[in-house]
């Protein structure tokens, strides 16, 4: 089943940092539409190891010898399905409803909220009915007009790590673009902006680049595009006309975070193109864990730096009696404070959304 080392620094898409998988399963659904079929021809050809899977939602026979290894060898897997669920999630503060393109991501950053979300299933899922997805989402928009509706694509994937493979989001980018109700959003820790530049998106869609200090990028973000390289897809998003904005997540107090973040908006500002600061917005996310994100960060990542001491953190509260830890307010405030009076002073004209 498994390919060479060899075959897979060959493969063009893996040199260029794009995500080629080690294993592809196909839902037999999923071939029936014009995006399946084209996967496994493509996958076929390429001599990539394909089996069927009854269902996206439990695919087995992944190797593995033990938890770990099976848990990597899952990121390197892409499951091809319907996606059957057309009942939207919400997406508070940055939206009103998920819009659910992929699950999953390759990339191995430790703090993800997918190690919780996705926590037993964590291949990669594409879903080939996006047209269907798309309708779906045209009725919530009919629904709440003549208010605006906000779809973010970014709660269970990173959907421009796969957008090579589904061209996903380029028809999302495209429906919205025609929607006068429906705004789309999304976040990417990767440059790979080509497919979406050029087309037509109306401003309607919020493009973000997740970004953060060197120490949190460097430790906690392994198999994730550089800051440059984010900073330099920032550039070409932004003149290709879409709005633009960055998530500063997780915000993480490490030794000397203060001047971290400043560094960070600072090479921001020297770097951005003056095109890009229209429009342009800030959302900021503390870090926080669950016990049971600690529990599978240690267990997959266990060199890990990332602090998870629940003695130095503040218990809250959330829904279903699921509660995290965040930072105590004291700490809390210190950051909110440090990152808006940063970001007032370098990026004036920008609004900060939410800092949570
Ligand atoms: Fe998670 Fe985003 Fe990192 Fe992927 S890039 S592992 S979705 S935080």
New binding site residues.
């Given amino acids: 089943m498994a390919i060479t080392d060899a075959e897979k620094t060959e493969h063009p898409a893996n040199r260029s940092g794009l995500f080629v998988p080690d294993w592809v399963f196909f839902e037999p659904a999923a071939l029936s539409y014009p995006l399946g079929e084209e996967l496994y021809r493509r996958y076929k050809a390429e001599g990539i190891p394909i089996e069927m899977t009854t269902s996206h939602n439990q695919v087995r026979g992944i190797p593995g010898e033990n938890d770990r290894e099976k848990y990597r060898n899952a990121k390197r897997t892409l499951v091809v399905g319907v996606r059957r669920t057309l009942t939207f999630e919400p997406s508070k503060p940055s939206a009103e409803y998920a819009l659910p393109l992929a699950t999953g991501?390759a990339?191995?950053?430790h703090?993800?909220?997918?190690n919780t979300n996705i926590g037993t299933r964590p291949y990669v899922r594409v879903y080939v009915n996006t047209e269907e997805i798309l309708q779906r989402a045209a009725q919530y928009i009919e629904q709440r007009k003549p208010e605006i509706t906000r779809f973010e694509a970014a709660c269970t994937?990173?959907p421009l790590?796969v957008e090579h493979i589904t061209g996903s989001l380029r028809r999302a980018v495209q429906f919205f673009a025609r929607q006068p109700y429906g705004r789309l959003r999304f976040v990417t820790?990767?440059h790979h902006v080509e497919p979406l530049l050029g087309i037509e998106h109306n401003k309607h869609t919020r493009f973000r680049f997740?970004i953060n200090a060197e120490y949190v990028v460097k430790h906690f973000?392994p198999?994730?595009s550089s800051f440059q390289q984010r900073l330099e897809a920032a550039g070409k998003v932004a003149a290709a006309g879409y709005p633009l904005g960055f998530i500063i997540a997780p915000l993480y107090r490490f030794a000397g975070w203060q001047e971290g973040y400043t560094r960070l908006l600072e090479n921001l500002h020297d770097q951005l193109s003056p095109q890009a600061l229209d429009e342009l917005t800030f959302e900021l996310i503390q870090h926080r864990f669950t016990k049971i994100a600690k529990q599978l960060i240690l267990q997959r990542y266990p060199k890990t730096k990332l602090q998870m001491n629940e003695a130095e953190r503040k218990y809250k509260w959330g829904k279903y009696g699921k509660g995290k830890y965040v930072y105590p307010d004291e700490q809390a405030q210190e950051l909110r404070s440090h990152l808006q009076q940063e970001i007032a002073r370098l990026f004036p004209q920008a609004r900060i959304e939410y800092f949570t």
Avoid: P, Q, R
């Avoid at 703090?111 to 997918?114: A, K, R, S, V």
């Fill in positions: 991501c990339a191995h950053c703090y993800c909220y997918l994937s990173d790590a820790k990767f997740s973000e198999g994730t």
